[in-house]
Nanobody, 128 residues
Framework: QVQLVQSGGGFVQAGGSLRLSCAAS????????MAWFRQGPGSDRDFVAA????????SHAESLKGRFTISRDRAKNTIYLDLNNLRPEDTAVYYC?????????????????????WGQGTQVTVSS
């Protein structure tokens, strides 16, 4: 069993930066993947970024490349999401997700259904 605990987020003006963290406890991650999704008001929960645990391969949503970056501290079983040059349309609840099984291909890592574990969500609000 895995628990994901998120921290970070908050309120920021457009152009600002934030860092989100997600720490996994319980069964350690040696394989599988961890990811970030976000859900804006009245929207679906969309893929933001993912990292495959075995080799550290990263994938970012095309529309967010260059502004958002996923990283990890393998020893701490923790992932991070650096959000830069934030825009009002980035306002959403951000969720981390994890699955500690298998060797997912990229397209699998992009899908919500792959992930067994979810963090509690953290609000990011960007003002104009």
């Amino acid at each position: 069993q895995v628990q994901l605990v998120q921290s970070g987020g908050g309120f920021v003006q457009a152009g600002g930066s934030l860092r989100l963290s997600c720490a996994a406890s319980g069964d350690p991650f040696t394989t599988g993947a961890m990811a970030w999704f976000r859900q804006g008001p009245g929207s679906d929960r969309d893929f933001v970024a993912a990292i495959r645990w075995s080799d550290g391969h990263k994938s970012h949503a095309e529309s967010l490349k260059g502004r958002f970056t996923i990283s990890r501290d393998r020893a701490k079983n923790t992932i991070y999401l650096d959000l830069n040059n934030l825009r009002p349309e980035d306002t959403a609840v951000y969720y981390c997700a994890g699955n500690n099984r298998g060797q997912p291909i990229l397209s699998t890592m992009w899908t919500r259904q792959y992930y067994d574990y979810w963090g509690q969500g953290t609000q990011v609000t960007v003002s104009s």
